[in-house]
């Protein structure tokens, strides 16, 4: 890897043997992959955001950063509280999560504790390089605003941040970009993207899935590429006519022939949905994986007013999202109708619980990584809620 003369000081110790290991740790990273060199990021974004036992050698470089005075060169973000709050167990677990968090605002993060960083606090611009870790936003920046990073990993993402560095290489470059497998879509007739986000990154795995046009609003390429970055390790995917990358299909896959063609219908997006009785029989209901923004609060919020649920109901948003919508007339009545607002990580908080038996959620991401967890539509969760005939 070539390095600049700066690059070289510092991997010399000459910021402190700290910020030194955390170069070393780039380099490193980047020789695995064949990267011929360090570039600028223009921000970071943080998924240590949780104080647990089993990641003792990432709070001790975070401890080593902050005592040696480092801060971050780039505005960073970081990802949600696991829910310290939520329940006794949650407490014990999660007991020293307030001094990590202490000390990743030494070091200058932004506590905007959400993984939608890209709806408020962290806004990246098209062509813009990022050191970015959290799966649901690379994807979002990658596919949806035409920003690049790759899928990167807690530690590394700390390197970068401190640094202001990433090495060059996969999704930085177009080659690696552009679509490689055709998905079909154009079967559908009604639609339901994170389940159809879940089947794609089954299929897709590692690579880059290029979707039939279809007019997906933002809520639903939020929660399909959270559900392809979960089921799959999809860090990129284009839809034609849509994705500022595809305009059309020959452009989203550069002049070449795609390497296979799959087409999902109506049939195989149903059967990822848990039957009525599985979801009647969960025993309580997640909104939320990734945050809910404002406008998703807002709308699937408009069905709770003058009702009462039939069981527990928690709605997770983006806390400044949690912020707005508190000053609304909504959010009285959806308290009213016995739902609980939290911000924190519905998959932390929920991996915790004691004697609530199955979560049903709308959520293709929390669908795949919590246990005990049954998929539906949003109307079909609703239901089960008991505010939607």
Known sequence: MRLTDEQQAMLAGREGEALAKCLRTLVRYGDAFGAPRLVPIVSAHLTGSFKIFFYTAYYEIVRRLVD???????PTTLNPRPGYDYRPQNRIVFRSQRWHEEQLEALGVTPNYSCVCYEYANVPRFGEVLGWAESSAIIWANSVLGARSNRNSIMVDICQAVTGLTPEF???????????????????ERMDAPALGFLVGKLAVDRVPVLTHFPFDRAQLKNMGAAMASSGGVTMFHVEGLTPEAPTLREAFGGREPSEVHVIGQRELDAVRSDAARQQEA??????????????????????????IRKPVLFHLIPQAAEEFSRTPLYQEVLRAGVEVHTHCPLAGLSLRIGVGDVLTPSGKLYYYLQGTRYGTVDEVLRVAGVLE
């Not at 040696?68 to 780039?74: F, L, N």
């Not at 177009?174 to 079909?184: A, F, T």
């Open 68 to 74: 040696a005075g480092v801060r971050v060169k780039v």
């Open 170 to 188: 996969g999704y930085l470059f177009d080659e690696q970009r552009r679509g490689q497998l055709l998905v079909d879509v154009s079967g559908i």
């Open 283 to 308: 025993g309580v209901i997640a909104f939320g994986c990734p945050q809910m923004t404002l406008a998703e609060a807002a709308e699937i919020g408009r069905h709770f007013v003058g009702k009462r």
